[in-house]
Nanobody, 114 residues
Framework: QVRLVESGGGLVQPGGSLRLSCAAS????????MNWYRQAPGKARERVAG????????TYADSVKGRFTISRDNTKNTVYLQMNSLKPEDTAVYYC???????WGQGTQVTVSS
């Protein structure tokens, strides 16, 4: 079955960086667009970034443009989210999602705090 497993979250100081990974299995990864979402406490889940099947098209929420970069490696069935210049307001649980199968990972916690 479709499985998405996120990793790479943690505690980081403001201005720091983290790289999230999402390992996919159970479907043809190279044929599926992928997205990263996040959900902060008491807030709705929001889409952070998306990437097309071959990686040629990427989109970002205004709040992360210029700081976050989504990428993928279809040979490893993995999508990444490089997060730079992190801010306290980036604190959230980060999820990867495939709209093709409407499937979510379990999430990874990112906490930005001094």
């Amino acid at each position: 079955q479709v499985r998405l497993v996120e990793s790479g979250g943690g505690l980081v100081q403001p201005g720091g960086s983290l790289r999230l990974s999402c390992a996919a299995s159970g479907f043809t990864f190279s044929s599926s667009g992928m997205n990263w979402y996040r959900q902060a406490p008491g807030k709705a889940r929001e889409r952070v970034a998306g990437i097309s099947t071959a990686g040629g098209t990427t989109t970002y929420a205004d709040s992360v443009k210029g700081r976050f970069t989504i990428s993928r490696d279809n040979t490893k069935n993995t999508v990444y989210l490089q997060m730079n210049s992190l801010k306290p307001e980036d604190t959230a649980v980060y999820y990867c999602y495939t709209p093709r199968f409407d499937s979510w990972g379990q999430g990874t916690q990112v906490t930005v705090s001094s």
